[in-house]
């Protein structure tokens, strides 16, 4: 399907051939690839007081032997530089090929549209935070694709421009009143955000932030967990069939899993991808001689909005904590934003019951425009690719591509049974996660030449500024 092609200026498709045609290899690239902390307008460890420049809030580190403040201006990152990292960390590159035997789980599939980074069937739970100096946004440039690799030489690079303008959707008008110097009350001295992010959400940087709707694979994953892996979840407290009674036998439901294992495996799953995106973004960076440093260690339920009284963050909107909820770490179930990020899970202003979610899920599969659609709608067909017609549509006819009616059954009385007992699924996590991403930045190599030798700053980082700006 065509994309409607913009006019960019030729300085930013010479700075996008600069990246796709002269930046290092990978294999260079690996042997430099460093956490770059200290960029310009920076201060560490000055024993000044100062107040942060987004929040107001006083800071203040105990003078040590790295102290640094920058002299130099800040220099906030360029849109073709956003553009780039975004892209690099979770953009369209193409289709993929699901090259999975249609008896060997086929229908876990979601999505045919490829990106940069790859996700459990292709899930597409994950989208990009993009913090800057002009406020929040959500990267997601959809699941329209031309061709079978987007981007094959100068003619294309103007799509990252271009999805990264039309791919993105604003959450706030300004950064999050998020610092170093966030604090509950009654904990002065407990560090919110790390004790090491002396300098995150400054004037100029770009905060990427992959945040992910475990939900969503959740209720997805479900289908084919009974219908192929033939697990069956067992309630922890009680060690029996969890509203699955009835499917517990040979041919169905066979092996008995406890649902916080479940859950955990779900959770590890789609917490993967986040990791592989955040590399990319520090793959991308180093490239072209930014600077990034990579963190986690924060508590994302703060940054989202769930705790308004510590700071506004987000603003998503939360549910009151569940009560019935079995584990302290699931009680809070965050929504999000109505149609711009929204965490899956039951009840929700979205789904009120099991039967809501997995026909949702079937939908998605099966329904008008889907890869696995049985008419001429089907994605493949309307796209071109990956498989070739006569092939995908051999492959939908073929009954092992389609979830069994009892797996549906069992997946929405499992869902309704979790509701039931603990007034919520999933049951021991918060769908929405976000607490892995990079600050990339322009680096003040004055702090590096005091400190440390040559080799702690690239040849591209040196001659960045010429290069880019």
């Known amino acids: 399907m065509a994309i409607a092609k913009p006019q960019i ?10 990246f796709f045609e002269e930046t290092p290899s990978v294999s260079t690239l690996l042997t430099t690839l460093r956490s770059r902390r200290v960029g310009l307008g920076y201060k560490i460890e000055t024993g000044e007081e100062e107040k942060h420049p987004v929040t107001g809030r006083v800071m203040k580190q105990e ?28 953009g369209p590159n193409g289709m993929v090929n699901w090259d999975i035997a249609i008896h060997g789980g086929f229908h876990e599939l979601a999505w045919l549209a490829g990106r940069t980074a790859a996700s459990p069937g292709n899930s597409f739970a994950t989208d990009l935070i993009v913090i800057n100096d002009n406020g929040v946004f959500l990267y997601n440039p959809g699941l329209e694709r031309e061709k079978r690799v987007e981007i094959e030489g100068p003619e294309d690079y103007w799509k990252v421009i271009n999805w990264f303008q039309t791919g ?19 904990a002065p001295n407990a560090s919110l955000f790390g004790p090491y992010q002396y300098n995150v959400n400054s004037p100029g940087t770009a905060w990427l932030i992959p945040i992910t709707d475990m939900g969503w694979l959740y209720f997805s994953v479900l289908l084919n967990l009974f ?30 899993v406890p649902i916080s294992s479940l859950e955990k495996f779900i959770f590890q799953v789609e917490t993967y991808p986040p990791g592989s995106m955040v590399q990319n973004i520090r793959l991308a960076a180093e490239a072209m001689g930014l600077g990034a440093w990579i963190f986690c260690g924060f508590f994302d339920d703060i940054l989202m909005g769930a705790y308004p009284d510590i700071a506004k963050g987000f603003g998503f909107k939360c549910e009151p904590l569940n009560p019935k909820a079995p584990a302290a770490m699931g009680a809070l179930k965050i929504f999000g934003l109505e149609g711009i990020k929204e965490g899956t899970y039951v009840p929700s202003p979205r789904y009120k019951n099991g039967e809501a979610v997995i026909k949702q899920m079937m939908e998605e599969k099966y329904g008008h425009g889907a890869t696995m659609a049985n008419d001429d709608s089907n994605w493949v067909l309307t796209h071109g690719g990956p498989f070739k ?49 990079a600050v990339v930045h322009h680096i003040d190599p004055a702090f590096y030449e005091k400190y440390y030798s040559s080799s702690a700053i690239t040849a591209q980082t040196r001659e960045h500024m010429k290069n880019w700006h």
């Open 168 to 186: 993105t959707r604003r959450i706030l008008d300004s950064r999050p009143d998020i610092d170093w110097a966030v604090r509950a009350p009654g």
């Open 9 to 18: 200026s030729a300085e930013t498709q010479q700075q996008l051939r600069r």
């Open 227 to 256: 219908d192929v892996w033939h697990l069956c979840p067992f309630d922890d407290a009680t060690m029996q069939p969890a509203g699955v009674a009835q499917w517990t036998r040979e041919g169905h439901l066979e092996m008995p």
């Open 63 to 90: 003078r040590g032997p790295l102290a640094f403040a920058s002299t130099e201006a800040v220099v906030p990152l360029s849109e073709t530089e956003q553009a780039i990292l975004a892209w690099s960390a979770i």
């Open 389 to 437: 017609a006569e092939v995908i549509r051999e492959i939908v006819k073929d009954p092992a591509v389609h979830v069994s009616d009892w797996a549906v059954e069992a997946a929405i009385a499992y869902v309704d049974y979790c509701v039931d007992r603990y007034g919520q699924c999933p049951v021991y996590n918060n769908s929405l996660e976000c607490n892995f991403g």
